[in-house]
C-alpha cells in the first residue's frame, strides 16, 4: 500500500483564543503565567505549557484522524517507510503488534495538515521563532495500553538534528510543539521535562541504541549527573499544548493504564537557519505539502520506493 503523498492541504485561517493561559509546573507547584509569559517560562526553563489552546471538538477530529490513521497502519507486517512518511510498528505481547508513530502523517492526511499549519500555532511561535518557518518534525504518536514498549529514554531533540552543519543557531531557531490528544498521567506515561537543562549544552546520554528501547525512568538522569528529583511530569488534559527547545532533556514512561495515550507533534525552525524541512509559514502564510523534501531520511532520492524497514528508521551513517 502506497501512502498518498502530496495531499497538503492549506489551513484555514484560525485565531488565538483570547482566554487560553499558559501554566507551567515549577518548584513542586503550578502557577498561572500571563498571556504572554510562556514566551520568558520556555527561554528560562527549557519548557512551557500552554493550557486549552485546542478546543473539545478540535481534539475529537484529530483522535478521529489518528484512530483511521493507526487501523491503516496496522496492516503493515513491520514497519514501513514511503520517503519520509514512516510507521514505526512493534511486537506487542497480547495484540501481536502495535503502533508507536507516524512519522510525516500529514502527507497522507488532510487534517494532520490542516492543523500543522494551523493559525494558532503561528500566533504562539511568531513571538520566539517569527513567521518564516520550515517544519522538521511531524510526528503522530500512540502509546497502546499493556505493553512496557511505550517508553521514550531521556533524550535531547538535538541528537536527531543531523547533520548538524544543516542547522544553525538551533538552540534560539527551534521550537516543539506538543498537542494532548488524551489526558496525559503519570500512569498512562505522561511527557517528564527536566527544567533548565537546555542551558547545559549536549548532555552525556547513551546513544549505542533508539530512545524506544531506553528505560525513561527520572533515575536515567543520574548517567549525566543530574537530580531525579528535579524531574517535572507534565500532566495534561486533551487540548493542552506543551513547547520546549531543542536541548531540554525529555523523556516519558509507559502506558500502565487501560486506554490509548495519543499526542500529535510538531516541530519548527527558523528558515534561514535550517537547510533542511518542509516550508509550514511564508510571511506569516500556511504553505501546503508537495513533493518530499530531504528532512531527516538521507536517503529520499536514493531509496524512495516504498519499503519495510529492517533496522533502525533513521540508521547513523
Not at 495531499?7 to 507551567?24: D, I, M, N, P, Q
Not at 535531547?156 to 496525559?184: G, K, M
Not at 546513544?207 to 517535572?232: F, H, I, K
Not at 507534565?234 to 531540554?248: C, E, F, K, N, Q
Request: glycine fraction near 8%; charge should be neutral.
Amino acid at each position: 500500500m502506497r501512502g498518498r503523498i502530496g495531499w497538503g492541504v492549506r489551513s484555514k485561517e484560525y485565531r488565538l483564543e483570547a482566554g487560553f493561559v499558559a501554566t507551567s509546573k515549577s518548584a513542586g507547584s503550578w502557577r498561572r503565567l500571563g498571556r504572554m509569559d510562556y514566551k520568558a517560562h520556555l527561554w528560562e526553563h527549557g519548557y512551557a505549557t500552554l493550557r486549552g489552546v485546542y478546543s473539545a471538538a478540535d481534539v475529537a477530529v484529530i483522535a478521529d484522524e489518528m484512530e483511521r490513521l493507526k487501523a491503516e497502519a496496522l496492516r503493515f507486517k513491520a514497519s514501513y517507510r514511503d520517503r519520509n512518511l514512516v510507521y514505526l510498528i512493534r511486537p506487542h505481547p497480547t495484540l501481536g503488534q502495535h503502533l508507536r508513530f507516524i512519522h510525516w502523517a500529514a502527507y497522507i492526511s488532510p487534517i494532520l495538515a490542516r492543523y500543522r499549519v494551523d493559525k494558532r500555532l503561528l500566533e504562539i511561535l511568531r513571538p520566539l521563532i517569527g513567521e518564516n518557518l520550515k517544519q522538521i518534525v511531524n510526528q503522530a504518536a500512540w502509546k497502546t495500553p499493556e505493553s512496557e514498549d511505550t517508553r521514550f529514554g531521556f533524550h535531547q531533540d538535538v541528537r536527531f538534528r543531523r547533520p548538524a552543519n544543516a542547522f544553525r543557531e538551533l538552540a534560539t531557531s527551534y521550537v516543539q510543539t506538543y498537542l494532548a490528544i488524551d489526558s496525559q498521567t503519570v500512569e498512562n506515561g505522561c511527557l517528564k521535562i527536566y527544567p533548565g537543562s537546555h542551558k547545559l549544552g549536549i548532555l552525556n546520554l547513551p546513544v549505542d541504541r533508539s530512545v524506544l528501547d531506553m528505560e525513561g525512568e527520572n533515575s536515567d538522569v543520574r548517567l549525566c549527573g543530574l537530580d531525579p528529583a528535579c524531574v517535572v511530569d507534565v500532566i495534561l488534559d486533551p487540548g493542552d499544548l506543551v513547547l520546549w527547545l531543542p536541548y531540554t532533556l525529555h523523556g516519558s514512561g509507559p502506558n500502565r493504564s487501560t486506554s490509548d495515550r495519543r499526542t500529535y507533534v510538531n516541530g519548527y525552525v527558523i528558515a534561514e537557519n535550517s537547510d533542511r524541512g518542509e516550508w509550514a509559514f511564508r510571511n506569516g502564510e500556511p504553505c501546503q505539502l508537495g513533493e518530499p523534501v530531504l528532512i531527516q531520511y538521507d536517503d529520499l532520492y536514493t531509496r524512495p520506493e516504498p519499503h519495510y524497514v529492517d533496522g533502525p528508521i533513521y540508521p547513523v551513517k
